[in-house]
Every structure is written in structure tokens, then in C-alpha cells.
């Protein structure tokens, strides 16, 4: 069973139990529908996507949730304030 849900973002969140941590992405995206014949049609829907990584402690989950927002950074002043942004969540995470 997993413990409670700790919303980091928008995207990501973390849920602990008693053996690991889970670092969890959900994305709302658009595919093209599929006919019986598992062929594309010409319509569009909706789905959840979700990516989830396992970790033996909060420190390493926290960690690739800091790599996996910085690396869609452009530039420097991007990739200064993303980190900013998840050293704040961080401190949040630990004063709450």
C-alpha cells in the first residue's frame, strides 16, 4: 500500500512507503484515435501519461526530480531559476 502523495509541481509528486520512494510524472496529452483495426484514425483524445521512477530514499527521488525539470532549460538564467524554483519546493517539502 502506498502512503500519502506529496505534490512537488503542476507534474511531479512523490508517494513513500515503508521500503521506497516513488517519483511520479502525469502529463495530460493528445493522440490520435485508433479504429477496431487498431489503425489511425482522424480523431483526437485525450489520455494521462504517467512516468514513475523507484528510489531507496526521498534524497534520490528529490534528486531526479531536479534533473528531470533542469534539462528542458535553454539557457543559463532558465536553468538559475528552475533551480531556484526546486530548491524552494525542496525547503517547502522540509519546513511543512
Not at 500519502?4 to 490520435?32: A, H, T
Not at 526521498?58 to 528552475?82: F, G, M, P, R, T
Request: hydrophobic share 30%.
Amino acid at each position: 500500500m502506498m502512503g500519502n502523495k506529496i505534490k512537488l509541481d503542476e507534474k511531479y509528486s512523490i508517494v513513500g512507503n515503508k521500503n521506497n520512494w516513488l517519483l511520479v510524472f502525469e502529463e495530460e496529452r493528445v493522440k490520435q484515435k485508433l479504429n477496431s483495426e487498431r489503425k489511425p484514425t482522424n480523431e483526437k483524445e485525450n489520455y494521462i501519461f504517467v512516468d514513475k521512477w523507484y528510489f531507496n530514499s526521498i534524497e534520490k527521488a528529490l534528486n531526479k526530480y531536479v534533473n528531470e525539470v533542469s534539462k528542458h532549460c535553454d539557457n543559463v538564467d532558465n536553468l538559475k531559476s528552475q533551480l531556484k524554483e526546486c530548491n524552494e519546493t525542496i525547503k517547502n517539502l522540509k519546513n511543512g
